[in-house]
């Protein structure tokens, strides 16, 4: 399940300026979509690149709303043109009608308005905005749900109780959106009846909100792995081969770093060159991988070629405890350099061995802690993320293969 953070910024949150600055904060979170007033969304798309959902109104032309007041430049002046409604990524309805409370629910759903709305054919992918005022409400979600992409349930009150039916009444015929107004309560709809919501709308001014917000989307996406240690067999020279130092776009902590190996199943916890030595400032941005034939991990669970990295390609960044995060490559420098073979052996007696290049400053996680893979020796123990499963073209597969 991919999960999504929405932002609500209709005329609800307050004027022009207001809903600019959510929509705004959204943008700089990395936030999935903004909900916004249909006449919003020509000026939503000009600040920049996101999914915009409109709530459905009527007209195709509106003036630009507040703008003796709003809408001023730099200058003083008016914003005084007309904006032409552009198409949204999709159409809500249920704002000032059955949804909200507005307008009361029929006896039977068959005479909604919303529904009605929502059963018309078009391009646009379509949504139900609901508020949960009681047992009767779920009821119309879960028949809204029927009939649009997404529904947006709102909790007056809101328990976990409420938002736990819908989950287990809807399934996958919809995206859930649950609406929250902080992070926690973000994380709990995200993990409720371990399946979670498949997306949250926050309603909130709060730029750091926001940005924590979209940070529990992340850690709600990412694995945490086993890692174990396995026993080193034999550190042996072999010479010189095509190194890869992946420099990402991020800042990597201390105990940070990236799983590489020559065998897809026992890739090799590197550290990130995050430690000063006294021959070469610290760079804790990179990861001195290995060699260009070796394997290394991507945030889907996939693997890739160290040398198919490019700018702009995703690698999963793993800490010593098997949390997960993914980071952009930024560049990748290959070079000839001397190189060590590193063979293990793990608790399944499976020999792994992998490629690494003779420099102090490369570090491995040992079980007594960061230790630079010029000192390693027979004997010790090292960290590993290991998986009995072959892969073709980075996939995990079923079937026999053998890597020596």
Sequence with gaps: MTRSVWIKADDTVGDWNDRRARITAALEAGADWVLVDEDDVERARELGDINVAAFRTDGDVTLVDDAETDDTDADGDAELAASSVADPDAIIVGKNGEGDATIDLPNDFSGSADLS??????????????????????????????????????????????????????????????????????????????????????????????????????????????????????????????????????????????????????????????????????????????????????????????????????????????????AIVGRVKIEQRPMFRVALETDEGDRIETLLQNAETIKVATATGRTAVTELEAGDELLLYYEDTARHFGEAVEESIIEK
């Design 117 to 326: 709305t929502l059963r018309r054919n078009g391009d646009l992918d379509r949504g139900a905005y609901v508020r949960i005022l009681d047992t009767e409400y779920e009821a119309f979600a879960e028949t809204a749900a029927e009939e649009g992409e997404y529904t947006i349930v709102i909790g007056e009150d809101w328990t976990i109780i409420p938002l736990e039916n819908l989950i287990a009444r809807i399934g996958d015929e919809t995206d859930l959106v649950a609406g929250v107004t902080s992070a926690e309560e973000a994380k709990t709809a995200f993990e409720t009846l371990e399946l979670g919501s498949d997306a949250v709308l926050l309603d909130s001014d709060d730029p750091d909100e926001i940005r924590r917000t979209v940070e529990v989307r992340d850690e709600a996406e990412r694995e945490s792995l086993d890692l174990e240690f396995a026993e080193v067999l034999d550190v042996e020279q072999i010479g010189s081969a095509d190194r890869v130092c992946v420099d990402t776009g991020s800042l990597l902590e201390h105990d940070e770093g990236m799983l590489v190996g020559s065998m897809s199943r026992g890739l090799v916890f590197v550290h990130a060159e995050t430690a000063d030595s006294p021959y070469v400032a610290s760079r804790p941005f990179r990861v001195n991988a290995g060699a260009v034939h070796a394997y290394v991990r991507t945030p889907d669970g996939g693997t890739k070629y160290l040398s198919e990295l490019q700018s702009g390609d995703e690698v999963q960044i793993v800490d010593t405890d098997g949390n997960t995060r993914e």
